[in-house]
């Protein structure tokens, strides 16, 4: 008997719509903590522009709590390695506690810094975190630098702050911020910071619309 109504084959039925599997979303590898709110120096250049503390505890921190609770779940994203800056993550008042934390981890650590509060003790707690990269800024001569951070002799503790590192094991990276009037300083940077013991210099424009 003929079939007057046949049940459409899967060509009559025209396109369909394709639902691909859903993909896994990227996982999270770093973290960027500005620990601080305010800093111990008044560089003329800094773009964040935090409030000048003159002290090397910082009085607008993260709580240690929060940043425990944080990278507890990065961690379940993924987390493997954190970046600490500022304002000047070594004036946060429990930088010690947030070094030993990140060691317990097994976490990757990099740090900007301006060197200033870096003391042989925290060098060494850096020194035991996995994989510790550190960078302090250092703008050529005495006067240069100075005049860059606004505040005197700063120069003379960032070098000491990075031969604490040095001391510890650690070669870190000099930062030059470059400028019309210490433009002539890159080359004798680079022989001062290798006679510090640092690994590498990088140099940084400096905007010439600041003051």
Partial sequence: MLNENPSPTREDEGPRAT????????????????????????????????????????????????????????????????????????????????????????????????GVAITPDLARLVRACKNPFVSVSLDGSKESHDWMRAVPDSYERASAGIGALVSAGIRPQVIMAVAERNKH??????????????????YKEFPQNRN
């Fill in 19 to 114: 639902v691909e599997p859903a993909q896994a979303a990227p996982r999270l590898s770093t973290l960027y903590f500005y620990l601080t709110g305010d800093c111990n120096m008044a560089c003329r250049h800094c773009w964040i522009a935090p409030k000048f503390h003159n002290s090397d505890r910082s009085e607008k921190a993260l709580p240690f709590d929060l940043f425990k609770k944080i990278v507890g779940e990065a961690k379940e994203l993924g987390l493997t390695a954190v970046k600490l800056t500022g304002g000047e993550p070594f004036t946060h008042p429990d930088i010690a506690a947030i070094l030993e934390f990140l060691k317990e981890q097994d976490l990757g650590l990099t740090i900007e810094s301006n």
């Fill in 185 to 202: 300083e890159m080359a004798s940077l680079a022989h001062h910071a290798k006679s510090l013991g640092a690994s590498s210099v990088k």
